[in-house]
Structures are given as structure tokens and as C-alpha cells.
T-cell receptor
Framework: QQQVKQSPQSLIVQKGGIPIINCAYE??????FPWYQQFPGKGPALLIA?????SEKKEGRFTISFNKSAKQFSLHIMDSQPGDSATYFC???????????FGSGTQLTVLP | GAGVSQSPSNKVTEKGKDVELRCDPI?????LYWYRQSLGQGLEFLIY????????KSGLPSDRFSAERTGGSVSTLTIQRTQQEDSAVYLC??????????FGAGTRLSVL
């Protein structure tokens, strides 16, 4: 059972564009929603995270938008750069369980 | 060390052999997680250790998989009688806070 659905599978944008990656979850007990960035040959690294009591969180060029009623959240990358080319994973966890349930990943390519 | 360390970085084995994968978490981190990342897929939770509590083994795919954590630090993931479908990148993460997980670079396992 896939509890976190992520789209698109791949995304290509020009430098300066604003890629948007979307995720939807099923389990209403989830209370923590991080995004991880992974470069080839490396482990995922936490990029930004949000709790369901806020609708938006911004850190630098990265913004999470969260819609609790729709059970959806998305990542926006402002002024994207070629160095942002990586695979992005959304994830979710609930309280004491702590283990992360990941989406299937989005491979982002930012063209120079 | 500064981050989560995993060894070996690559492991090639023959079908039916046993393998051991090692994880050295960040010093002081009380929680340790194992995930599996199959080609082009998201991360799949395997097992979670928290302090001296009994581990959460709910993600282990079969009884061929086991893990232990000695002295609350180093962890070993053992796969017995490996199968070709076990081929994947095995990722270890550790955390101190409730939510932020730090990942190692993973062990790429290839079962021939």
C-alpha cells in the first residue's frame, strides 16, 4: 500500500524556472512532512519540512505548501539552478512511529 | 565521524550467500533506521532502533532479514540466503531529535 504518492516522476526546467513537485498522502495520522534531496551516489539529505498546523513554510529558495483538507503538499523551488538537479523525495511520518514513509521520487533536471 | 558511515559502499554476492552490512551512526544519536532503495524507487523502511527499546521490525520483508545494534551505536543488517530481488541500495539513518534523520551514503548490494 503506497501511502505517499509523488508526481511527476521526472521534471525538466530551464534555469530560473520554478519546478513544482506534488505529493498526496492517505494516513491522516501523519504529522510531519519532510522533503529530501538526493544526489547520485549520496544518501538523501533533509531539505525542508513542515508540520500540518501551518499552510506554508519557506527556507531560502525552497517553499512547502500544505493543504491539510486535501491531504496534499508540494515543493516549489524558486529561481532554480543547475546545481538543484537531483532526485527529490517527499516523506511523511507520524508521532511515535518516527519511521518515514517516502514517495517514489522526482528526478529534477535544471538546464543551464 | 561527522556523518553516518556505512560499509562496504558496494557489495557483490552470489545468490544464496549471506551478507552483512554495517552502519556507524552519528555519535550521540539514539535512533537508528535502515531503509532499502530499489532502482528508481523510493525508500522502503526496514527496521528502527531507539535506545534500549525493542526494535520496530515491522518493515523487514522476510525472515531472511535481521538487524542488531550493539551498545546503542553500531548496527549490522544481515541478509541470509540472498536472492536477486534483494539487490538494492541499503541506507542507514540516525537521529537525535524526534524528526530529523541523517542518512549515510548507503551500501549498494548486487546479488548475481
Amino acid at each position: 500500500q503506497q501511502q505517499v504518492k509523488q508526481s511527476p516522476q521526472s521534471l525538466i526546467v530551464q534555469k530560473g524556472g520554478i519546478p513544482i513537485i506534488n505529493c498526496a498522502y492517505e494516513n491522516t495520522a501523519f504529522d510531519y512532512f519532510p522533503w529530501y534531496q538526493q544526489f547520485p551516489g549520496k544518501g538523501p539529505a533533509l531539505l525542508i519540512a513542515i508540520r500540518p498546523d501551518v499552510s506554508e513554510k519557506k527556507e531560502g529558495r525552497f517553499t512547502i505548501s500544505f493543504n491539510k483538507s486535501a491531504k496534499q503538499f508540494s515543493l516549489h523551488i524558486m529561481d532554480s539552478q543547475p546545481g538543484d538537479s537531483a532526485t527529490y523525495f517527499c516523506a511523511a511520518s507520524r508521532g511515535s512511529a518516527r519511521q518515514l514513509t517516502f514517495g517514489s521520487g522526482t528526478q529534477l533536471t535544471v538546464l543551464p | 565521524g561527522a556523518g553516518v558511515s556505512q560499509s562496504p559502499s558496494n557489495k557483490v554476492t552470489e545468490k544464496g550467500k549471506d551478507v552483512e552490512l554495517r552502519c556507524d551512526p552519528i555519535s550521540g544519536h539514539t535512533a537508528l533506521y535502515w531503509y532499502r532503495q530499489s532502482l528508481g524507487q523510493g525508500l522502503e523502511f526496514l527496521i528502527y532502533f531507539q535506545g534500549n527499546s525493542a526494535p520496530d521490525k515491522s518493515g523487514l520483508p522476510s525472515d531472511r532479514f535481521s538487524a542488531e545494534r550493539t551498545g546503542g551505536s553500531v548496527s549490522t543488517l544481515t541478509i541470509q540466503r540472498t536472492q536477486q530481488e534483494d539487490s538494492a541500495v541499503y541506507l542507514c539513518a540516525s537521529s537525535f531529535s524526534v524528526y530529523i534523520q541523517y542518512f549515510g551514503a548507503g551500501t549498494r548490494l548486487s546479488v548475481l
